[in-house]
T-cell receptor
């Protein structure tokens, strides 16, 4: 069974500072993908970044980077130079490459302070 | 532009009524999914379908029903058997057996009145 754990219900960060959102996962599948989604108050889920389990380098997408530590089974999201528009819920998710179902964490609410 | 359209955005249901949430996609994706979101609980899978005329129960299928008569459409019916239907419902689609993420709709917020 797959499980995603996000232990930070809420986080605050000063504008222009960096913030790390934690995510740990548990799976017996050798091949899987890890994802982060942003959910603003409007409700839609916005894809941010993807990391494959066999990727040697950490994924980066603009101000987003994924700190992937396979041995620790962690996939933390790092947002650099926070902006007010980054205030939202953030979800970590995992999908085994042999299946199609996503497993989501409970989310972290990020508030960027001016 | 390709995407997923969910309607309505807001829906109110009286006790004992069935209601149907619409989900349409023009991405040519084979797989479609319905998730329920409650505060503090993340997303939970209700039903999914990988091919027309076939669908599977997810983790919380009781009180819900779906159909997949067309590749583009995957409507969700919340039946009167669902005792606590007030929630935010998200539809998603993806390419089957590819390590890519979902594309999500904008959601439907269902409230029982």
């Amino acid at each position: 069974a797959q499980k995603i754990t996000q232990t930070q219900p809420g986080m605050f960060v000063q504008e222009k500072e960096a913030v790390t959102l934690d995510c740990t996962y548990d799976t017996s599948d050798p091949s899987y993908g890890l994802f982060w989604y942003k959910q603003p108050s409007s409700g839609e889920m916005i894809f941010l970044i993807y990391q494959g389990s066999y990727d040697q380098q950490n994924a980066t997408e603009g101000r987003y980077s994924l700190n992937f530590q396979k041995a620790r089974k962690s996939a933390n999201l790092v947002i650099s130079a926070s902006q007010l528009g980054d205030s939202a819920m953030y979800f970590c998710a995992m999908r085994a490459n042999t299946g199609n179902q996503f497993y989501f964490g409970t989310g972290t609410s990020l508030t960027v302070i001016p | 532009d390709g995407g997923i359209t969910q309607s309505p955005k807001y829906l109110f249901r009286k006790e004992g009524q069935n209601v149907t949430l619409s989900c349409e996609q023009n991405l040519n994706h084979d797989a479609m999914y319905w998730y329920r979101q409650d505060p503090g609980q993340g997303l939970r899978l209700i039903y999914y379908s990988h091919i027309v005329n076939d669908f599977q129960k997810g983790d919380i299928a009781e009180g819900y029903s779906v159909s997949r008569e067309k590749k583009e459409s995957f409507p969700l019916t919340v039946t009167s058997a669902q005792k606590n239907p007030t929630a935010f419902y998200l539809c998603a689609s993806s390419i089957v057996a590819q390590p890519y993420g979902y594309t999500f709709g904008s959601g439907t917020r269902l409230t029982v009145v």
